[in-house]
C-alpha cells in the first residue's frame, strides 16, 4: 500500500514537473530567490519598447506567479545585445539588423544569441530639409547625417541602407548627437538629414517634419537590393499623413524589433516566458502591443531557441 502510495507521489511530481516553469531550469544567478525573476534591456525610457517591458512587467507582478520580470534601461539595442551575450539580463530587445549582426558573436559567456518573438516594424525614416535638392539616397554623398548616438547601435542601419544605394559610409559624414537634438539640428543646417528606424510616429521625425522637414521615398532599385542583399529588411510604407506636411505615402524598407536571448537559456524556461507573454499581450498597455503580428512571431532573423521553436509548433497545433 505504501508502495503504491509513494508511486502515486512520484508519478504526480513528475508530471507537475512537465508543466511548471522549474527553478533547476534557470541560469544560477536567477534562481537564488523565491521569486524567479528574469532581466530584459530594453532602450531608455520613452521609446514602445520600453513601454512595453514595463507594462509586461508589472502584469507578472499582478499574477502574483513564480515569474517575474525586471527591466534593465539600456542606450539602445546595441547595448541590449551586448547586456545578453554579458549575462547581465537573461532576454533583449533589439532591432533585426543588430541582432542578425552579431547572433553568432560570442560575448563573455561564450554563447550566442537565438531568437524568441519577432514584434513589430521599424521604419526607416529618412528626413531632408523641405527645400533640400537631395531626392535620392544617392544625393546624401558628402552630406552630414544624423544617426544617433553611437552607443545605441543606429550607425549599422544607416550603413546597410546607405550601401544598398551604393554609398560607403565613407562617403557621408556621420552626427552621432543624440536624437532628441536632431530636428533642431536639420532646422539650424548643421545636419543636412536625419536617417532612423523607428516606429511611425516618431518623435524626433514629428518635430522635424514640424519645422520644416521632408520626408524622403526609398527609391525600388535601392529597396529591391536591400532586400535581396540583407535578410532582415521588408518593404513597408509611411501611410500619407501620418506626420506634418506629408500628404503621400512614403516608401522605405524596415527592420523588426526582435526579442533575443542566449542559446544557453533553458528550453523550458523560454517556452514558458512566451506563453506567458502571448497569453497575456491583450492586456498589456503599450501602443506596441496593436503593432505585434502575432501570425508572424515566429520569422526571426536568427535562429529560433529550441524553447521559442517548441512554442510555436505546439501553439500552430492547437489552431
Avoid: W
Avoid at 514602445?48 to 506567479?65: D, E, I, P
Wanted: aromatic fraction near 6%; charge should be positive.
Amino acid at each position: 500500500m505504501r508502495a503504491s502510495l509513494a508511486m502515486l507521489l512520484l508519478a504526480t511530481v513528475a508530471t507537475l514537473a512537465l508543466v511548471m516553469l522549474r527553478r533547476e531550469d534557470l541560469p544560477a544567478a536567477i534562481r537564488a530567490s523565491e521569486t524567479i525573476t528574469l532581466r530584459i534591456s530594453v532602450s531608455s525610457v520613452g521609446t514602445l519598447s520600453y513601454s512595453l517591458a514595463r507594462s509586461l512587467s508589472a502584469r507578472l507582478a499582478a499574477l502574483g506567479g513564480h515569474l517575474a520580470l525586471q527591466v534593465v534601461e539600456s542606450k539602445g539595442p546595441l547595448q541590449n545585445v551586448l547586456a545578453v551575450q554579458r549575462g547581465d539580463a537573461e532576454i533583449g530587445l533589439g532591432t533585426s539588423d543588430i541582432v542578425y549582426d552579431n547572433a553568432s558573436r560570442i560575448g563573455e559567456t561564450g554563447k550566442s544569441l537565438r531568437g524568441m518573438a519577432v514584434l513589430n516594424n521599424n521604419p526607416i525614416h529618412v528626413v531632408v530639409p523641405v527645400h533640400s535638392k537631395v531626392r535620392t539616397l544617392r544625393d546624401l554623398a558628402g552630406k552630414r547625417l544624423a544617426v544617433g548616438t553611437r552607443e545605441g547601435g543606429s550607425a549599422p542601419t544607416v550603413e546597410y541602407l546607405l550601401a544598398s544605394s551604393g554609398l560607403k559610409p565613407s562617403d557621408v559624414h556621420m552626427d552621432t548627437v543624440h536624437l532628441r537634438y536632431s530636428a533642431e539640428r536639420l532646422r539650424r543646417g548643421e545636419v543636412d538629414a536625419i536617417i532612423i528606424a523607428a516606429s511611425f510616429p516618431y518623435e524626433p521625425v514629428k518635430e522635424a517634419m514640424r519645422t520644416g522637414g521632408r520626408l524622403l521615398s526609398v527609391d525600388g532599385g535601392t529597396v529591391a537590393r536591400a532586400l535581396n542583399r540583407f535578410p532582415f529588411y521588408r518593404p513597408v510604407a509611411v501611410p500619407a499623413n501620418t506626420y506634418s506636411n506629408q500628404p503621400q505615402r512614403i516608401h522605405t524598407v524596415a527592420v523588426d524589433t526582435v526579442m533575443f536571448c542566449r542559446e544557453d537559456l533553458s528550453a523550458q524556461t523560454v517556452k514558458t516566458f512566451l506563453k506567458l507573454f502571448f497569453k497575456e499581450l491583450g492586456s498589456l498597455d503599450s501602443p506596441l502591443v496593436s503593432r505585434i503580428n502575432v501570425a508572424e512571431a515566429d520569422a526571426t532573423p536568427i535562429p529560433l531557441h529550441s524553447g521559442a521553436a517548441a512554442y510555436y509548433r505546439e501553439r500552430a497545433l492547437q489552431r
